[in-house]
């Protein structure tokens, strides 16, 4: 129990007290079983609970391992998850509230894990992260500063796997439909004579064909731990990699195609893929300096490389730097092969100090970090052209983005009394983005972009949670309140051209103001852009609700309201790449009610619920098309925001060592664009899923005592179903799978 409490003070600040409260969850085991989760600095406690969920260990163990991280989350108000491939597998996306991935906020031991580039969170390339996860707290709306995070639909905070004092192990081995396989295997060593230090690692592979044609996932990863305590201090290092190559599927498909084909893919290419690794190193150490004042600081290292490869037809010569070669115009059309490259270096550090002053505690913090991208592209092949001649490729374009951020916050807390507790949260960011093209092939001169942005940001935000006295209606009784600024700046992608961006030739960055820069020639070496187009989002966010409790009934029923300026919104319609095409509205509006439902119906059968249902519109948008064409489209619904979310699960624990679920979901219609027309739409939908779980052990083989086989059969009565989309001349689609299984066995030891 000792070594208990140190490995759990470290992180602990919202509390007040030496041990984290037990957290009182609807939405898991821990509304009704003897239970607790881990509380970090970045993390919420029951005491300045917000719209808030927890998955606890105990449930991830429930998880469906075939699929990735952000599918597991779907029994959360407001999340809505979905794979490009259809099955759960391979490039993965996560909203919250409707809000896509790169508003998302996402923590992994409290270090940021979104991309400072794009902020997106690739959760392709760390494969069977769910396997190294203690337990994870979902925050939806603006949520507090801590780990410097801006983000708006709400933030996902990822705790790794504890290490024991004993040492033990586990293997996975499942399969499943669409060529599923995974095997997976993992050593903790325990304390190791006394000394303080404890370590563990795992293996994983993930393998799929993908539902969708010529979508498959192959990726491996390995995730070494190690902890080190003494009297005052205790120190952790992680380090995590892999590899995933996956074949594309980014493309939505035309309804008039999808009709024929259910599992059609757009791309063709037969080696359309994506090969990328990306290793990342964590050091936490934590420095007791007093039984009221602790020192955390946390450093890390993401380094990233890897391409993606497509072959382009009737491309432009000049576009390509191909006019080079012998025999060829800069006009003339040609096809193309191409290979596009990154390569990232991403460095931070997150300090905070908390003192805990009795009746309140303090935080204050903030983070700081560098980040380098070097994007690069090489033609592999040309019509008309062997093999020999591109053996070492063709470099036709390259440039740089470079970001560096710093962040200061200051949370405090305080207990008022009578079960009042107020919470002040003050944070400021500063963040500087820079991007030069380099002179490659036709990339020169007037030809030749570069641009610097910069941003400041001030987000105030402010709490009250009441705990009523006593027993109301036989239960705990809780009502909060809030209210917080947040910011958001354009990701690269957002700062070019709707349908081009700075791998393009002739493509210049969507900012007011040039100058050229010239060389000691007086020849142009390149254009310097000030003043963006896209201005930064801002929202203000109001959030209230209550909850309730007793020992057999949970629920946390909320509301919010958030009003945006400039938000960042989907136009309708993808770039060349397929990332969604994005720009400003003056001014939009986010309602919506939340719901966390969960109640043991008997000593065996537990029913929960997660719903929600969402208002949002355009409040002031005039609409600039790329034809010169102006629409208002104020009032109107905003593309790809879920009207709502359903899942409801009857979980059975039938004795001895069986368990069941029945899983219900329902998807309500997303507007393909921002027109508001009832047919560009994607509908609602609704879907079956059934799980079993056996201890083997249990039920009485008492050879595989620590195996539980599973089985999972999704979707059912087989709906047919769409995820994402836009609309371009037509409804396209990105389909999901039809009736599918994992079947598989988990054993420890």
């Known amino acids: ?20 409260d ?16 881990v509380v970090t600095t970045s993390r919420y406690g029951d005491e300045t609970r917000l719209n808030v969920t927890n998955i606890s260990f105990d449930d991830l163990q429930l998880r469906e391992p075939d699929m990735e991280l952000p599918l597991l989350m779907q029994n959360i108000p407001g999340v809505f998850a979905y794979s490009d491939a259809g099955n759960g597998l391979g490039y993965t996306y996560l909203k919250m509230r409707g809000f896509n991935q790169n508003r998302v906020g996402v923590l992994f031991n409290g270090i940021p894990f979104n991309d400072p580039e794009d902020h997106n969170v690739w959760w392709v390339n760390l494969p069977d992260l769910g396997s190294s996860v203690q337990d994870i707290q979902v925050q939806r709306g603006v949520t507090n500063s801590v780990g410097g995070m801006t983000a708006i639909g709400g933030t996902v905070n990822i705790i790794s796997r504890d290490l024991t004092k004993t040492p033990q192990g586990a293997i996975s081995l499942n399969i499943g439909s669409y060529g599923t396989k995974r ?15 404890r370590s563990m690692i795992r293996l994983s592979r993930q393998e799929t064909d993908g539902y969708r044609d010529r979508s498959g996932h192959d990726g491996w990863a390995v995730f070494w731990s190690g902890q080190y305590d003494t009297k005052n201090s205790t120190t952790k290092m992680n380090i995590y990699t892999g590899r995933e190559v996956t074949q594309h599927a980014w493309d939505a498909v035309p309804e008039s195609v999808l009709a024929k084909n259910r599992r059609a893919n757009m791309e063709t290419y037969h080696n359309a893929i994506d090969d990328f690794r990306q290793p ?82 303090l935080l204050i913090g903030g983070d700081w970090y560098t980040f380098h991208s070097d994007h690069w592209g090489n033609v592999l092949g040309v019509e008309g052209f062997g093999p020999d001649d591109f053996v070492d490729g063709f470099k036709y374009h390259q ?30 960011q500063h963040k500087e983005y820079k991007f030069k093209q380099k ?33 109301v209606g036989g239960g705990s009784l809780k009502l909060y309140g809030s209210v917080g600024v947040n910011h958001r700046e354009p990701t690269d992608g957002e700062l070019f051209d709707t349908w081009q961006g700075g791998d393009d030739l002739g493509v210049t960055p969507l900012f007011a103001t040039s100058r050229n820069v010239l060389k000691a020639d007086g020849t142009v070496s390149f254009v310097d852009w000030t003043d963006p187009h896209v201005k930064e989002e801002r929202v203000l966010d109001y959030e209230a609700g209550f909850s309730w409790q007793n020992p057999t009934v949970a629920f946390n029923f909320g509301g919010y309201w958030m009003e945006f300026t400039d938000e960042i919104v989907p136009y309708g319609g993808v770039n060349d790449d397929g990332s969604s095409i994005r720009g400003n509205a003056e001014s939009t509006l986010h309602r919506g009610l939340e719901l966390d439902f ?19 519109k355009f409040e002031t948008f005039i609409f600039h098309d790329w034809d010169g064409s102006v629409a208002d489209l104020s009032g109107n619904p905003i593309a790809l925001f879920p009207e709502h979310l359903v899942m409801a699960n009857l979980e059975t624990k039938w004795n001895p060592g069986v368990r069941t679920r029945i899983r219900l979901r329902n998807t309500g219609k997303q507007h393909l ?27 009485g083989l008492e050879t595989f005592e620590g195996t539980t086989a599973f089985l999972h059969v999704r979707n059912v009565g087989d709906t047919e179903y769409e995820t994402w989309g836009y609309y371009s001349g037509e409804n396209h689609y990105t389909p999901a799978a039809g009736r599918n299984f994992v079947l598989g066995v988990d054993h420890t030891f």
């Open 439 to 471: 002179e490659v092939g036709n990339f020169f001169g007037e030809q030749r972009n570069a641009y610097t942005a910069d941003y400041d940001f001030f987000n105030p935000k402010g709490a009250v949670n009441w705990q009523a006295p006593g027993a």
């Open 280 to 361: 990342h190193y964590e050091l936490h150490n934590t420095w007791f300096l007093s039984d009221k004042v602790e020192l955390t600081n946390r450093l890390y290292h993401i380094k990233g490389e890897g391409f993606y490869e497509n072959f382009k037809g009737d491309r432009r010569a000049g576009d390509y730097a191909l006019d080079s070669l012998p025999d060829v115009e800069v006009d003339d059309e040609l096809d193309v092969v191409r290979r596009k490259w990154v390569r990232k270096e991403h460095t931070g550090w997150v300090p905070h100090l908390n003192w805990n002053q009795g009746n309140g505690r």
């Open 598 to 616: 969960r109640a043991k119906l008997d000593p065996i059968n537990t029913v929960s619920l997660a719903a929600s249902k969402s208002w949002d």
């Open 183 to 197: 095997q997976m295997i993992q050593y903790q060593t325990g304390e190791l004579n006394e000394s303080g230090f």
């Open 673 to 699: 664009d921002n027109t508001g027309q009832d047919e560009r739409v994607i509908r609602s939908w609704t879907s079956l899923d059934l799980s079993l779980w056996m201890d083997l052990g249990a039920v």
């Open 399 to 428: 440039y740089t983005g470079d970001k560096n951020q710093y962040s200061l916050y200051a949370n405090e807390r305080w207990h008022v009394g009578g079960g009042l507790t107020l919470t002040a949260d003050l944070h400021y």
């Open 22 to 37: 037990q957290a009182v969850d609807p939405a898991s085991d821990a509304a009704s079983e003897d239970e607790v989760v």
């Open 1 to 20: 129990m000792k070594l208990f409490r140190i490995l759990i003070l470290p992180f602990l600040f919202l509390t007040g007290t030496a041990m984290a």
